[in-house]
């Protein structure tokens, strides 16, 4: 579903990533993972058009893609849940899944059943404001927000963090039954290594803005992983 060939991004003078390429196959969750700093953020920006890369190539379901601004690249099939989660917190939680409509036809424009089916907790709360969501709702809501996009590669980033146990295990199960449904390709950054290890079918880890260790989730041992994501 996505490749990258030889990807490059700078912030100013400070190159970030360096020649990275990756593959993202369809029904399938593909692991960014590394310490603080390595650049996982960076690459989904460079994905999602939020920062604009400086070189490689990257496609989509087989087309090549040019750097594009992000509202274009969303309506080719990429979604964003941007750690922090980027709720509109004036909005209500219907308004803001609303916002996902601009992605689509008019004749989509409409929450899907499967939506609230997903995170039950959200039709429950539909007119409740985005900020007076808790953490783990927001995170929810962030999630609901991208799959009205009706996405062909959803990107993920640190989906667990700051959110309570019982929402971190929802938002697994939610990401597996995602999978199984086999429509996307899911590119998952994630610092808990077990919720990540958990979940992944693909590994990707990043050190120094390069690709130092990539695999098929039963290539590489557990230890193999951890090592590479270790200080």
Do not use: W
């Amino acid at each position: 579903m996505l490749t990258l060939e030889n990807l490059t991004l700078h912030y100013g003078h400070s190159q970030i990533l360096n020649d990275v390429s990756l593959e993202a196959l369809q029904g399938e969750v593909t692991c960014l993972m590394g310490t603080n700093g390595v650049g996982k953020t960076s690459l989904i920006k460079a994905i999602s058009g939020t920062h604009p890369r400086s070189g490689g190539d990257m496609a989509l379901a087989g087309e090549g893609l040019p750097v594009l601004p992000p509202h274009a690249l969303a309506r080719k099939g990429i979604a964003t849940v941007p750690q922090g989660r980027d709720i509109f917190p004036l909005l209500t939680v219907t308004e803001n899944l609303e916002t996902g409509f601009a992605c689509l036809p008019k004749d989509q424009h409409f929450i899907p059943d499967e939506i609230y089916e997903l995170f039950p907790v959200l039709k429950k709360m539909s007119n409740r404001r985005g900020g007076d969501l808790s953490g783990g709702q927001q995170q929810q809501l962030a999630i609901a927000r991208a799959l009205i996009t009706k996405p062909k590669l959803l990107l993920l980033d640190e989906p667990t963090e700051g959110i309570q146990p019982n929402i971190i295990q929802q938002i697994g199960e939610v990401i597996k039954l995602l999978r199984a449904q086999g429509n996307m390709a899911i590119v998952l950054v994630e610092q808990y290594f077990d919720f990540a290890y958990d979940l992944a079918d693909r590994f990707y880890v990043l050190r120094r803005g390069e690709v130092i260790l990539n695999g098929r989730k039963d290539e590489l041992s557990r230890d193999a992983v951890l090592a590479g994501v270790s200080v």
